[in-house]
């Protein structure tokens, strides 16, 4: 069932929906396995903007690597809170670090972003799981980073953060690495984004596995 659709009326507009998009995006999936286009109708549904399934790129191996890290119950880690609160159906730990008391501190020490410092926390309680980035540019550049480190085990990264500075630039950075990832090209994205693709991802995997 579609998230929202909890009465038949609900889920009816939900089916019109989406088939409204499929024929209007049907030709840039074109291509796509049906989970990934499954992600990129959400991202449509959520945003009720076509646009974006000309503006969705991931990684052949991102969806593959992000259902076996949700199978396996693995932390799903958020930049703010607001995307913490959208990803619903999920048995395994949500976490959202913006507002811990160390990040606070670490974020003040080294002069950097809470959004950077709470992937450096992350790394130091043996995180393991999904990063979902929907307004941060800069904890995308720390995720990178510490990977590169092997210092953090980020199995996938969605990684679409909105905005006019820095955002679009992190987002190549991020699908030119090996990290199984799914970005929006430019400035859009934000939290609707992060959202829809984590919530398809776990529909996807309480169907299949």
Do not use: W
């Amino acid at each position: 069932m579609f998230m929202g659709a909890s009465t038949k009326q609900g889920y009816d507009i939900a089916i019109k929906s989406r088939e409204i998009i499929r024929d209007l995006i049907k030709d840039d999936v074109k291509g796509l396995n049906p989970y990934e286009t499954d992600i990129v109708e959400r991202i449509v549904h959520s945003t009720a903007d076509p646009e974006y399934a000309k503006l969705v790129s991931m990684s052949s191996d991102f969806v593959e690597e992000s259902l076996k890290s949700l199978k396996n119950n693995e932390t799903i880690l958020t930049d703010i809170n607001m995307v913490k609160s959208g990803i619903t159906q999920y048995d395994g730990e949500i976490d959202c670090y913006i507002k811990n008391e160390e990040v606070i501190k670490i974020a003040k020490e080294n002069k950097i972003t809470r959004a950077a410092a709470a992937l450096i926390y992350a790394s130091q309680t043996d995180f393991e799981g999904i990063l979902a980035v929907g307004n941060a540019p800069t904890a995308l550049y720390a995720a990178m980073d510490l990977i590169k480190k092997n210092e953090i085990k980020i199995k996938s990264i969605v990684g679409v953060p909105v905005g006019f500075v820095g955002a679009a630039d992190s987002k190549e950075e991020l699908h030119k690495t090996n990290i199984p990832n799914i970005i929006t090209k430019g400035p859009k994205g934000g939290t609707p984004i992060a959202v829809a693709c984590i919530n398809s991802l776990i529909q996807t995997m309480n169907k299949v596995l």
